[in-house]
T-cell receptor, first 109, second 116 residues
């Protein structure tokens, strides 16, 4: 079967660091995406990992371990505008990408 | 540059009526995806096309749902007849297939469908 697990909600303080974890079990795997979705808006691309390791892009970093079926998204220097849902998505081969239910992040002052 | 365009943005209809959602992908993109998002089920892939050809429609919930892509710049998702449980936000996304399908998808603003 295909399954992606991530926490439902997280709360963090402005200026802090937060790590959002994602585990996946898929019949095939060809890369892991993270998307950000603000309430009432469309998902927007944040990162893509296909090899093990950490990819850094400004305040956001994403990590992948293929052997463990595990990824995380790290957000540094949190800002209020980072309050959103973060969707973990696995490409299972070809054009098929499966999305997790998303983690709602609340950033408080 | 214009992103993915969807219309209408909001649709309210009565049970039993036909609903047609429209999507214009980003120019030059060769893959198009239809998703449905609800609080209960999250973001579900319904169907995707590559070079205007449907590749996998296993996510289409029932025969009431159908999708077409007559050309590279237009796709429709039709629900006939509609039911209250079809109420959701329907997203269209497009991508340029470079990584064998594991490509960044660009989402349209979505159509919020309410079936009464």
């Amino acid at each position: 079967g295909q399954n992606i697990d991530q926490p439902t909600e997280m709360t963090a303080t402005e200026g802090a660091i937060v790590q959002i974890n994602c585990t996946y079990q898929t019949s095939g795997f060809n890369g892991l995406f993270w998307y950000q979705q603000h309430a009432g808006e469309a998902p927007t691309f944040l990162s893509y990992n296909v090899l093990d390791g950490l990819e850094e892009k400004g305040r956001f970093s994403s990590f992948l371990s293929r052997s463990k079926g595990y990824s995380y998204l790290l957000l540094k220097e949190l800002q209020m505008k980072d309050s959103a849902s973060y969707l973990c998505a696995a490409n299972t081969g070809g054009f098929k990408t499966i999305f997790g239910a998303g983690t709602r992040l609340f950033v408080k002052a | 540059d214009a992103g993915v365009i969807q219309s209408p943005r909001h649709e309210v209809t009565e049970m039993g009526q036909e609903v047609t959602l429209r999507c214009k992908p980003i120019s030059g993109h060769n893959s198009l995806f239809w998703y449905r998002q609800t609080m209960m089920r999250g973001l579900e892939l319904l169907i995707y096309f590559n070079n205007n050809v449907p590749i996998d429609d296993s996510g289409m919930p029932e025969d009431r749902f159908s999708a077409k892509m007559p050309n590279a710049s237009f796709s429709t998702l039709k629900i006939q007849p509609s039911e209250p449980r079809d109420s959701a936000v329907y997203f269209c996304a497009s991508s340029l297939a470079i990584r064998g399908g594991a490509d960044t998808q660009y989402f349209g603003p979505g159509t919020r469908l309410t079936v009464l």
